[in-house]
């Protein structure tokens, strides 16, 4: 069964606007989370992470907000620039498990 | 430094052929791990290893796959008999590991795409 969910398939965003990405899970277990942007033809790269201790946390364009109560996170990227337009995976795990379980991704596509 | 690397980055085979997908994580990463990615999905786990030792290999689909660490460092997968629902992307990452916690971070190498005829 999918654990982690990433409800939209896509996302177009003006360059200069904000992006955000949702995603939710459904493992009570999971306690850190981390969020991979993935090009073409290239291995996902780690973006940033949070750890269910805080409920944000920011890394110079890019903020995660996680919402435990709601087993909800999502990824705001501002401002969007072209770079930004790839896939976009949220990805969670357990402090006493170690394997990641992916959502199926977001396409982000930024338009000039 | 480097990061993770994989070779082949493409291998195309027949079915029921053998193949082997290589995988040299980050130096001093002590934990490494294979996923496989099929098309609009994400990443699911296979197997992983802490240091030498399958710690969990509880992903594997069946018995025709197969995975190593002889050294702790590189990583063989290996599928045998292939079929047509093994094509994929598959994946290697590796991490520090030291310990339980929050903070280890688990980088990918770029992926073999296994496409079987």
């Known amino acids: 069964d999918q654990q982690v969910k990433q409800n939209s398939p896509s996302l177009s965003v003006q360059e200069g606007r904000i992006s955000i990405l949702n995603c939710d899970y459904t493992n009570s277990m999971f306690d850190y989370f981390l969020w991979y942007k993935k090009y073409p033809a290239e291995g996902p790269t780690f973006l940033i992470s949070i750890s269910s201790i805080k409920d944000k946390n920011e890394d110079g364009r890019f903020t995660v907000f996680l919402n435990k109560s709601a087993k909800h996170l999502s990824l705001h990227i501002v401002p969007s620039q072209p770079g930004d337009s790839a896939v976009y995976f949220c990805a969670a795990s357990g402090s006493n498990d170690y394997k990641l379980s992916f959502g199926a991704g977001t396409t982000v596509t930024v338009r000039a | 430094g480097a990061g993770v690397s994989q070779t082949p980055s493409n291998k195309v085979t027949e079915k029921g052929k053998y193949v082997e997908l290589r995988c040299d994580p980050i130096s001093g990463h002590t934990a490494l791990y294979w996923y496989r990615q099929s098309l609009g999905q994400g990443p699911e786990f296979l197997i992983y290893?802490?240091?030498?030792?399958?710690?969990?290999d509880s992903g594997l689909p069946n018995d025709r796959f197969f995975a190593v660490r002889p050294e702790g460092s590189v990583s063989t997968l290996k599928i045998q008999r292939t079929e047509r629902g093994d094509s994929a992307v598959y994946l290697c990452a590796s991490s520090l590991r030291q310990g339980r916690g929050y903070t280890d971070t688990q980088y990918f190498g770029p992926g073999t795409r296994l496409t079987v005829l």
């Open positions: 290893f802490q240091g030498t030792g399958a710690a969990d």
